[in-house]
């Protein structure tokens, strides 16, 4: 077989005729669930090992020829040994980035073999009856107002999407306008209030729904929390509609906005209240940890993200809309072709922006199911509790600096100017013991790391405490490099 002009094992056969299954699918099937099993399973470094190999194994032109599966197979086995990031390993605290539950890899294989379109109910009821089931259990665990609905996307930036949507439809409604017919140029005004710390993906879907030159930032506390007066103060000053975005857990160091009062301040202009949760609102599930997020409850939108603290595997993001009027309206389409006699009751594609997609919810479903209420309330506790311990090790040890409360599971840190964290990073990222992310803190250096792996615990933390702590020293030992 040709890889870049080299040999490598394998014979070169005809395309399979296309309408026999493969016999040796089984070993297929077989080969990968051995070789994924121990990726997960294995004690591997946090490094990619070889990603030089990766131009050869993907390489080279289309074979004119199709390959034996076994042989496709077996080369993306070794592409994955070479330049797949063991990032569910337990101390990997990179961007938010949860681990993979088994449970839910099993039944995303599944799924996968299920091959389901999960866009209307007619060609994928399982995905449906998931879906509906997923839905009441996670308004429930969430605490979320009992008449909301859900739709599964493709993570938190789709749901922001869907969520924004609505909101933008509903407001303008508020003033007349249909949005869906007639557009947003010459629409009624619309301001659109959001803190400092929204999370870039906001500002992404207010520009994909033309609402960027509408944005004010309000003025935000040292924890990146909305200033409530301020927000007062910016909503009482115009007319027209109003979207106020705040943030449930806060990308760099997990704050939470006074989300009661942005409830109150946010309704008693008329306004639709978005709240971001793409990890933090899994708080919600902990009776510990709810008391922080108050008032979560009172917003008319949530987005969140499985993928990331309730450890399913990507990618599976939540949209909640306490409006089903505003979701459905604003994502609303109709065609012939699918209004078919079987169609009846919910179809996933009115709660999301894709239409298209694989079938999530039974991998959702698997986790939940496996949790349980208690399970899941657990993760997220264990996770706040790792970090905590994290940050009492490290804050005050040899000039580091904790640079907020541990809220959360995000632990932020100074080390030192941006060339001294920048190294830290490099040298723990490239040691395989740990993997975190840099980050500026209202203009300061720092370390961010989020503990969102369901296998992350105190034991975990005090080995990497030791870690960052040698490295650290190590290289301030070194110094600057020579120029
Ligand atoms: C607070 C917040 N919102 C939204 C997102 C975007 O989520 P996704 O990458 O799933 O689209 C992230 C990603 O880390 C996030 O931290």
Redesign the pocket.
Known sequence: MEASGKIVSGAVVSAPAPQHFDDPAGDIFAMAAQAGRAFMAGDRPIVAKAPHLLEDLFGGGLPEAGHGAQVTLQRLIEAGEAGALPSGRPEFFG???GGAHPVGVAADWLVSAWDQCAAVNDISPVAVAAEQTCQRWLVDLLGLPPQTVMGL????????LACLAAARHAQLRRFGWDVNSQGVAGAPPLRVLVGDST????WRCLRLLGLADQVTVVRADGQGRMDPGHLAELASAGTGGLIVCG?V???DCGSVDPLAELARITHEFGGWLHL?????LWAASSPQLRPLLAGVELADSW?C?A??WLNTPY?C?LAFCADETALRGALAIDAGYLDTPERKGRDPLDFRVEMSQRARAPMLWAVLHHLGRAGVAALVERGCQAARHLARRLDGQDGIRLLTPVVLNQVLIHVGDLRHTRQVVEELNGSGTCWTTPTTWQGIPAIRM?VSNWRTDVGVMDRVAGQILDTHALVGAAGPPTP
């Open positions: 961007y938010v980035v996307t493709s993570g938190c930036t789709t749901a922001n999370h870039v993906s906001v943030q857990g806060s990308t971001d949760g793409a990890y933090g987005s993200d993928h990331k990618d993001g989020s």
